[in-house]
């Protein structure tokens, strides 16, 4: 039994299902691939490099983007409190009002803060740096 949902086929194993549904699925995967590697081929031809060196780029590039979104992202403070003392950016919940802010956490007596609870907390992001013209 198989039913679609966004363009996608999703199957319910039955002892009697010969598994249609995912071996079309399979063949739609594979024919995306060939299309995305013939893509990243054109690429590679016109910068007059190999399609090994493009995806190799582009691993790069995923891995890159994942490391910022993790050193980016919102910690919530259910998950975890920071390792040191220091000014972080938190976010605050004061009777239902949420706002951000910078707020001092110390590792012996918590978040320097006197109404309101910290839910969220990440490292402060580096202030720009001006270049000179």
């Keep these: 039994m198989s039913e679609k949902l966004d363009g996608y086929d999703f199957c319910y194993y039955e002892e009697d299902d010969d598994s249609d549904c995912i071996c079309s699925r399979v063949d739609g995967l594979e024919a995306e691939n060939c299309k995305l590697l013939a ?3 054109e690429i590679a031809d016109e910068l007059n490099t190999s399609p090994e060196h ?3 780029i582009i691993r790069g590039l995923h891995d890159r983007i994942a490391d910022l979104e993790d050193a980016n992202r919102w910690i919530p403070v259910a998950e975890r409190l920071p390792d040191g ?3 972080f950016d938190v976010s605050v919940n004061e009777g239902g009002n949420i706002y951000t802010a910078k707020h001092y956490y110390h590792t012996a007596i918590g978040w320097d803060l006197y ?3 910290v839910t969220h907390w990440r490292a402060p992001i580096a202030q720009p740096q001006e270049r000179e013209p």
């Design 85 to 87: 003392n220091g000014f």
């Design 39 to 41: 893509h990243i081929t």
């Design 115 to 117: 109404y309101g609870k």
């Design 54 to 56: 493009i995806i190799e």
